[in-house]
């Protein structure tokens, strides 16, 4: 049981351990991350959510696609019903999965962000709750607590080892 209870501790740790570079590599190359905030793409995207936005060039973009652009100061997420070509640059005609009516302009070529390549269910809450004092606070406390209690403990097997050693002979 203790064997299998390390297994996914270090699983864990490893997968926290990607997402952590992930979450600060991916940004150098375009990719983005963006909290899902309102149900219009559920129940594909959940509201709480995380999606990794993939930057990609507006001409590979085909109907059924989910695309983040730009509204305003927002961001959204909607897919795309019909791609609108014409002269220079297409435009993208998108829907919310939950809503009844397509969006009611289409988004321009230069507003897409880019497109969901994934998304992480629930993750938004954690963020939204590292954000804040006590989750930050917690953020850092816990893994430093842990490994300090594993060096305790690896020091407490060190000193009873030594006790056990019988003292004088060889």
Do not use: C
């Not at 005609?93 to 289409?106: L, M």
């Amino acid at each position: 049981m203790k064997r299998a209870l390390g297994w996914m501790f270090n699983i864990t740790l490893v997968w926290l351990l990607v997402m952590v570079v992930a979450m600060f590599l991916l940004p150098q190359f375009g990719w983005r991350f963006d909290a899902v905030l309102t149900g219009s793409m559920e129940p594909d995207l959940s509201v709480g959510g995380v999606v990794l936005i993939k930057p990609v060039a507006p001409l590979d973009i085909i109907p059924g696609d989910i695309i983040a652009y730009h509204s305003g100061e927002d961001i959204v997420t909607h897919r795309v019903l019909e791609v609108v070509t014409g002269a220079g640059e297409p435009s993208f005609v998108t829907k919310g999965d939950a809503n009844e009516d397509p969006d009611p302009s289409p988004v321009a070529a230069t507003s897409v962000v880019g497109r969901v390549a994934f998304d992480v269910p629930y993750l938004g809450y954690l963020a939204a709750f590292v954000k804040t004092r006590l989750g930050l606070l917690l953020t850092i406390l816990l893994p430093g607590l842990a490994i300090i209690g594993l060096e305790l403990k690896s020091l407490w097997q060190v000193v009873l080892k030594k006790k056990a050693v019988p003292k004088g002979g060889s």
